[in-house]
Nanobody, 129 residues
C-alpha cells in the first residue's frame, strides 16, 4: 500500500468552493488510478471522480453525475499530488472525502471501493449556511 494524505477540507457556505489535495498519488512512473470518494453520515461511500494515467499520460478521467459540471480532478506530477477542485458546493456535498489509489482501474469499476488498495484517512467537508 502507498501512504496517501488528503487535505483541504473545511466548512463553507452553499455556493462556495474548496480544493482538496491527495498527496502521494501523482507518481507518473507507472500506471496510476486515483479515485475520490465521499461518505455522508448514514450513507454508503460514493465514488465521485477518477483520474487514470499511464507513464504520466491521462488515459481517462471521470466524474459522477452528482458532481459533474461542478468538480474537476487534476494532477500535479511534480508535487506527487492529485486535486479535486469543488465549486458550487451544496449541502448534499457534506461528508468525509477520501482519495484512493490502485495501479489499475477501468471505466466500469473506477467508482467501486473494492477497486482500490490504498486509502487516505479522509478530510471533512461541511457545506452549511
Amino acid at each position: 500500500q502507498v501512504p496517501l494524505m488528503e487535505s483541504g477540507g473545511g466548512s463553507v457556505q452553499p455556493g462556495g468552493s474548496l480544493r482538496l489535495s491527495c498527496e502521494g498519488s501523482g507518481d507518473t512512473r507507472s500506471k496510476k488510478c486515483v479515485g475520490w470518494f465521499r461518505q455522508a453520515p448514514g450513507k454508503e461511500r460514493e465514488g465521485i471522480a477518477v483520474l487514470y494515467t499511464e507513464r504520466g499520460v491521462t488515459i481517462f478521467s471521470k466524474l459522477s453525475a452528482s458532481v459533474r459540471g461542478r468538480f474537476t480532478i487534476s494532477r500535479d506530477s511534480a508535487k506527487d499530488t492529485v486535486y479535486l477542485e469543488m465549486t458550487g458546493l451544496r449541502s448534499e456535498d457534506t461528508g468525509t472525502y477520501y482519495c484512493a489509489l490502485n495501479s489499475y482501474c477501468g471505466t466500469s469499476n473506477w467508482y467501486l471501493s473494492r477497486t482500490y488498495n490504498s486509502w487516505g484517512q479522509g478530510t471533512q467537508v461541511t457545506v452549511s449556511s
